[in-house]
């Protein structure tokens, strides 16, 4: 079965640390993606990539980076955790229909 | 505003009720597709629509896009309580690289 795995299921941090939320697929698909999903507002893309060391931002950028050294491996890297980065960040891959992660919660207190 | 406004936001009914969730925009997509997502879980791609007028079904689920491919409607028959979810539309514009754009959602809540 085709998956795409996200690292942890649920994270707190402290306001100010660096996090990594890591992503793995296993399709072998070229398109990754990163949102984060809050009540309201729906599924908002922070950054994209279409191919190993590739990447583009998407709607929300700012305050994240990412990281794709593997083409199964696609990272999200927020640099100084806030408060208002408290989410739901979910893992995507595919093209035309997407694969989800399970997602990662995290809390940032 | 968003560029797919979904409706209603929230929609609670009876098993074995009849339900439509809506997705609209003013931008025309190539495709769209739908999602449903269960709490705690990552949204599960139910549907891909390409064709203007397209109907698909899928069990009790009726999938419509529409002529202009501007919007599109979801229909459930006798709904279920395991149909209970979140129901998220998502349209591929060529102008964007083909990238997803997800509408707010629709929260459907099937009462035993």
């Known amino acids: 079965d085709v998956k795409v795995t996200q690292s942890s299921r649920y994270l707190v941090k402290r306001t100010g640390e660096k996090v990594f939320l890591e992503c793995v697929q296993d399709?072998?698909?070229?398109?990754m993606f990163w949102y984060r999903q809050d009540p309201g507002l729906g599924l908002r893309l922070i950054y994209f990539?279409?191919?190993?060391?590739?990447?583009e931002k998407g709607d929300i950028p700012e305050g994240y980076s990412v990281s794709r050294e593997k083409k199964e491996r696609f990272s999200l890297i927020l640099e100084s955790a806030s408060t208002n980065q408290t989410s739901m960040y979910l893992c995507?891959?595919?093209?035309?229909?997407?694969?989800f992660g399970s997602g990662t919660r995290l809390t940032v207190v | 505003t968003q560029l797919l406004e979904q409706s209603p936001q929230f929609l609670s009914i009876q098993e074995g009720e009849n339900l439509t969730v809506y997705c609209n925009s003013s931008?025309?997509?190539?495709?769209l597709q739908w999602y449903r997502q269960e709490p705690g879980e990552g949204p599960v791609l139910l549907v891909t629509?390409?064709?203007?007028?397209e109907v698909k079904k899928l069990k009790r689920l009726t999938f419509q896009f529409g002529d202009a491919r501007k919007d599109s409607s979801l229909h459930i028959t006798a709904a279920q309580p395991g149909d209970t979810g979140l129901y998220l539309c998502?349209?591929?514009?060529?102008?964007?690289?083909?990238?997803?754009?997800f509408g707010g959602g629709t929260r459907v809540l099937v009462k035993p």
């Open positions: 995507a891959s595919g093209s035309y229909g997407y694969t």
């Open positions: 399709m072998d698909h070229e398109n």
């Open positions: 990539s279409y191919d190993v060391k590739m990447k």
């Open positions: 931008s025309v997509f190539s495709s």
């Open positions: 629509v390409v064709t203007g007028g």
């Open positions: 998502a349209g591929s514009l060529k102008a964007a690289g083909n990238k997803l754009t």
